[in-house]
Nanobody, 119 residues
């Protein structure tokens, strides 16, 4: 079992920056692939960025060069640094923890944090 708590959302002007943080507890954090997803009003939840247990990261095309995901196994946290924010980045951002195990996948979600990009 993994508990995830996001923080760091808020209101920011276009071109600004925010740093989201996700604190994990309850299991061996280093074994999990971690990710950030987002869901805008009226849209499906989409993958933003992931970092594997081995440290490899991946990003959706629309945030490449602007967002950076980082995982700290010592602190049990995964952060998302968001720069050059755009109106279209407005969404609820969710932290995800995933681990493949025999017979299936363990998959956990945080409660979400709102990011609003507006002037």
């Amino acid at each position: 079992q993994v508990q995830l708590v996001e923080s760091g959302g808020g209101l920011v002007q276009p071109g600004g920056s925010l740093r989201l943080s996700c604190a994990a507890s309850g299991s061996i954090f280093s074994l999990y692939d971690m990710g950030w997803y987002r869901q805008a009003p009226g849209k499906q939840r989409e993958l933003v960025a992931t970092v594997t247990s081995g440290g490899s990261s991946n990003y959706v095309e629309s945030v490449k060069g602007r967002f950076t995901i980082s995982k700290d196994n010592a602190k049990n946290t995964v952060d998302l640094q968001m720069n050059s924010l755009k109106h279209e980045d407005t969404a609820v951002y969710y932290c995800n923890a995933r681990r493949a195990v025999p017979g299936g996948t363990w998959n956990y979600w945080g409660q979400g944090t709102q990011v609003t990009v507006s002037s």
